[in-house]
């Protein structure tokens, strides 16, 4: 230690204390709080977790904007939460756990302002791992989506919950400090986030505000959702609202032991209290809307109604299939799946010039329970059924099974019965019925029962003679049946073909 | 005076550490002695602000720290140094001290300059990347006097400040402490009495939470010429005043 004098130092008056030098003095301790935060080296683990947990499985999904950004939300902050709760609470806690309380104690600085500087040191790095997950996510589904753009109310949603994470962290490691609270919030704030989204139950549910849940609990992140019609933005404002509500309020609850900031705490902590309770409440009144997204009266833009303008993909089939552009994609899988029906009935009476795809109708029924359905007119409309390839659950076989047994039997039987038996309610002849079974190309394990409550329609019980003869017209080719049909379907429709005369 | 004290009391529960404190300091060294449980950790504290006291009077640098706004600006002109000093091990030791000084709210434009010349004056220039883990105990205890001493402070409170420095540091800082009590006030709680001895201009003797000496290095040194037990001159001093408050 030397004894020369030091510089001789001008006392810094509160007065002559500008708020650029404020404003700079924060600037620095914010640089040295992120220099040494935990969060920064659990960066890694945040990334592993959430290429194992949530990345693997988005990227999976079909290249969509909707199914994957609606993931996103679900997995992200969920995969976020371990070290971002876990590294906020280590900060929260550090000044106990290194015994140094004196020592800032006796500082001019607040003990808020330093505890500001270290929480949001911890959720900058939270927030730097949450948009490079959002930017790899979106900048490879941009390279292969074939429609539409990048929906930013679920990336809103996850970056306002890391701060929310991580306030709940850190308030517990500054008024708990010890070594065994960072664990201890952790898988408290784990078990509550993933129980938080079970409890979900309907579209009138509280529970909806979690910031994991990114629509209706039982359909999710589903294809035929904010495609056709843009994305709600109802719950996601609803749950930003909540997240910074709790984040303001804990933060807010971490100066009320300041003496004079007291007030100003307690103010700031009952105004975060309110705007998360509203948000809960506005979550509570949310409504499933036919289009499949929660939507909340309070917070609804009628506009965002109006369905979004596009120009579908077709196929060259030969009844052309035209599908919405953000499915084109999966255009040769249904054309392929229901190839052998187009070429039958192509040209035929009855017979669709085009078939188009048509948004799903969404109903919340009881419990979680939701009833999707299509308002199809004739043979000319179809949905796309779910689960898409990719999705889970979906597989290639799965998804041409639910078109040959949705559009494929619905084709053949607008052709075959013309309308005129199922309008009359009359039951459609046991010929009528072997040329409809003949014609779809059912998978292996659909048996006849299995279809009569879809359809309306009692196909050939197996071993009778009209399945015998169903499998006779099945074993032509498309282009005989079509031939066949071309001279016989005015005769079978009317009644006057018997089984014995099907080829 | 840049210490006022009158009356001043703490109490933790049933336990009275500090019963009824008066003291006045001006620029200059002023040691604080005591045995173990005097009260010297706890009167220190609450001149630094940490705790405050449970009755009694207590003015710091002509302002009355009870209250926010004069706290506040006595705490930009102190420098404390704990007994148990605490440190983030991660940080380097010039990160530490720069820390320190912006939490005391120096001008950010003044902080680089100030806190080399803070690791500079203990002798901790060649270790200023080091990080704290790596560092013995005697150097710890100087990274701690160099973030007391960060902000040119007119108070500066050192309790057992040289705890764990070798005799070379000890003589280095002892120069220190003279230097900086040329225009700041120095209070320096220590049970080496050699430190007061050499360091000093003024001495008070703590015992069982109460004041019972009060004067100069010299005073306490002739109170022991007859009755003291010790090897050196103030050690006897030490030892029969204590006799004398308990006798």
Known sequence: ?503 | MNVEISDLTRRFGRHQAVAGVSLQAGPGVFGLLGPNGAGKTTLLRMMATVIPPTTGRLRLLDRDPATHGPRREVRRRLGYLPQNLGYYPGFTVAEFVEYFALLKEMPAARVPAAVATAVERVDLSGKAKAKLRTLSGGMLRRVGIAQAIVNEPELLLLDEPTAGLDPEQRVHFRALLRELGQRATVVVSTHLVEDVGAACTQVALMDQGKVVFDGTPGELTARGTEQGTGDAPLERGYTAVLAAARA
Not at chain 1, 28 to 51: C, D, G, Q, S, T
Not at chain 1, 254 to 279: D, E, H, K, Q
Not at chain 1, 359 to 387: L, M, R, W
């Open chain 1, 1 to 503: 230690m030397t004894a020369a004098s030091a510089p001789a130092a001008s006392r810094p008056a509160a007065a002559r204390r500008g708020a650029g030098s404020a404003v700079l003095g924060s600037g620095r301790l914010l640089r040295l709080e992120l220099r040494h935060n935990a969060m920064l080296w659990l960066l890694p683990v945040a990334f592993a977790l959430f290429w194992y947990n949530g990345y693997r499985e988005i990227m999976a999904l079909p290249p969509m904007w909707n199914l994957r950004a609606m993931t996103l939300q679900n997995r992200l902050l969920f995969d976020l939460m371990v070290p971002a709760v876990g590294a906020a609470a280590w900060m929260g806690s550090r000044e106990g756990r290194r015994s140094i309380t004196d020592l800032v104690a006796g500082t001019a600085r607040p003990r808020w302002s330093r505890q500001l500087a270290t929480w949001a040191a911890t959720t900058a790095w939270a927030e730097l791992a949450c948009l490079i997950c959002v930017a790899v996510v979106y900048l490879i589904t941009a390279r292969h989506a074939s429609w539409g753009g990048p929906l930013w109310w679920p990336v809103v949603v996850s970056v306002a919950g890391v701060p929310a994470l991580t306030a709940i962290g850190f308030a517990a490691g500054a008024w708990f400090p010890g070594r065994f609270v960072t664990p201890l919030v952790t898988v408290v704030v784990f078990f509550g986030l993933a129980f938080g989204t079970q409890a979900t139950s309907g579209d009138h549910s509280y529970w909806q505000i979690s910031p994991l849940i990114a629509g209706a609990f039982d359909i999710g992140a589903a294809p035929g959702v904010a495609t056709f019609y843009p994305y709600l933005p109802d719950l996601s404002i609803a749950q930003v609202m909540f997240t910074a509500g709790l984040t303001v309020a804990i933060l807010g609850a971490l100066g009320i032991p300041v003496a004079r900031m007291r007030w100003l705490a307690a103010v700031i902590t009952a105004a975060g209290l309110a705007a998360a309770g509203t948000a809960v409440a506005l979550a509570g009144t949310g409504r499933l809307d036919p289009h499949g997204m929660i939507a909340i009266p309070a917070l609804h833009d009628a506009a965002a109604g109006q369905p979004v303008r596009y120009t579908p993909a077709c196929g060259r089939s030969p009844i052309p299939i035209c599908v919405h552009p953000a499915y084109a994609g999966f255009l040769p899988a249904v054309t392929t799946a229901v190839g052998s029906e187009l070429t039958e009935f192509a040209g035929l009476p009855g017979a669709p010039a085009r078939i188009s795809q048509v948004a799903p109708v969404y109903q919340q029924e009881t419990g979680n329970g939701i009833n999707v359905s299509a308002h199809v007119s004739g043979a000319s409309e179809f949905i796309v059924p779910d689960p898409l390839p990719g999705q889970p659950g979906g597989t290639s076989t799965q998804f041409a099974a639910n078109l040959a047994e949705g559009l494929g039997l619905q084709l053949a039987s607008r052709v075959i019965l013309g309308g005129a038996d199922q309008s009359a309610g009359a039951a459609p002849s046991q010929a009528k019925l072997a040329v409809i079974a003949g014609s779809v190309r059912f998978p292996s394990s659909v048996e006849s029962r299995d279809l009569a409550p879809l359809y309306g329609q009692v196909l050939p019980e197996p071993g009778s003679p009209a399945s015998l003869a169903a499998k006779r017209f099945a074993a032509l080719s498309p282009a005989a049946r079509h031939a066949w049909l071309a001279g016989h379907l005015a005769a079978l429709r009317a009644g006057r073909v018997s089984l014995a005369q099907l080829p």
